[in-house]
């Protein structure tokens, strides 16, 4: 569904991404794990359109994206969690919602704006409080909330359990298994190694915007080299 070929990425100077490549089948959960500056966030950056690679291609469905610009593919099924939340903060939750099924032309808007409430009750309850007065677990809640009202067929998501307590960390990650279980596609950008290898599929790790291992998610729990550098062992 979704696949990234020989992407180089550079900030001025900076060689963020070489040649980096990666798959993503219908239906599959894959996780990007690696250090912090390893280029995952450029990744999905690039992926969703935010930036633009110095060579290398995009595809979705196999059809070519690279020059595609972001609103565009939002339009196409790829819709992104970025890191940090980054909800309106001055907007109400609803209407943060709503910013979300911008692109949507279709009429199903209140269906799935119930789905989103029944997924997260709190953002049901909170619906006309300002987004920036939320908690940071509720924020996450509603910038996964946002994303998914783009009815998205591939949801790219940096960092969603980034500064939240465990209990929450656990919640984020129960109701990512559900999306996925309810048919959406998922790249998932995360540092907690152990919880997105858990989740997914299939991994990539990344280090210094390469990538160096890759393969079934829970092989890769079983190998030292991955039980030393991120899950502790």
């Known amino acids: 569904m979704l696949e990234i070929k020989d992407l180089d990425v550079h900030y001025g100077g900076i060689h963020a991404l070489k040649g980096v490549s990666l798959s993503v089948e219908d239906g599959e959960i894959v996780t990007l794990i690696g250090a912090n500056g390893a280029g995952k966030s450029t990744t999905l950056r690039t992926i969703s359109g935010l930036k633009k690679p110095t060579s290398g291609s995009v595809l979705v469905d196999g059809k070519d994206i690279t020059k595609m610009p972001a609103q565009n593919r939002v339009a196409l099924g790829l819709s992104q969690v970025p890191e940090g939340r980054h909800v309106f903060t001055r907007m109400t939750v609803m209407e943060n919602l709503e910013l979300g099924a911008y692109r949507r032309k279709d009429g199903n808007r209140s269906a799935d704006l119930n789905e989103v409430f029944e997924r997260f009750p709190v953002l049901a309850d909170r619906r006309k409080q300002m987004a920036g007065t939320l908690s940071g677990g509720e924020q996450q809640m509603l910038a996964m909330g946002r994303a998914m009202m783009a009815k998205p067929r591939i949801l790219l998501m940096d960092e969603p359990s980034m500064g939240l307590a465990p209990l929450l960390v656990q919640e984020i990650f129960e109701i990512i298994a559900r999306i996925n279980q309810d048919g959406t596609t998922i790249l998932l ?42 899950l502790g062992g």
Request: net charge neutral.
């Open 189 to 230: 950008v995360e540092q907690n190694a152990n919880k997105a290898l858990q989740v997914a599929k299939r991994a990539y790790v990344m280090e210094t915007g390469q990538i160096v291992i890759s393969g079934d998610a829970a092989e890769l729990m079983k190998t030292e080299d991955i039980k030393k550098a991120y």
